[in-house]
């Protein structure tokens, strides 16, 4: 996923605060941390030349990754990769999820071929 620059930069300038005990300044552009906010979106036009419609909560190029109605209230699950989805069916105790058909291959980063 795409981040903005400013965390690195802020960390970077923490962590030598702590070594050297001097600050630093920050300077991020401000048209880096927009494209950076795009994450996958500039991707879509760029690779598939399609515009990108509004898809709510949910991530384009993953699932689950999405807000979701609980008997509680909402959650949200982010499970961006083959590994964190097997760990979610785990904590849902539900492993037979993780080898269901109907889920494989997942899109997105570390899909099954």
């Known amino acids: 996923m795409g981040v903005?620059?400013?965390?690195?930069?802020?960390?970077?300038a923490v962590f030598n605060k702590i070594q050297t005990g001097e600050g630093q300044k920050v300077d991020v552009a401000l048209v880096d941390s927009a494209v950076a906010s795009l994450e996958i979106i500039n991707m879509i036009y760029l690779v598939e030349g399609r515009i990108p419609q509004r898809i709510g909560n949910r991530y384009e190029s993953t699932y689950p990754y999405d807000s979701f109605r609980g008997s509680d209230g909402s959650l949200v699950i982010g499970a961006g990769n083959d590994k964190?989805?097997?760990s979610l069916c785990e904590?849902?105790?539900?492993p037979d999820l993780a080898e269901d058909p109907r889920f494989l291959p997942r899109p997105g980063p570390g899909c099954k071929p």
Do not use: D, F, K, Q
């Not at 903005?4 to 970077?12: R, V």
């Not at 904590?91 to 539900?94: D, G, L, S």
């Open 84 to 86: 964190l989805y097997v």
């Open 4 to 12: 903005s620059p400013a965390p690195y930069g802020i960390l970077a």
């Open 91 to 94: 904590v849902m105790a539900r």
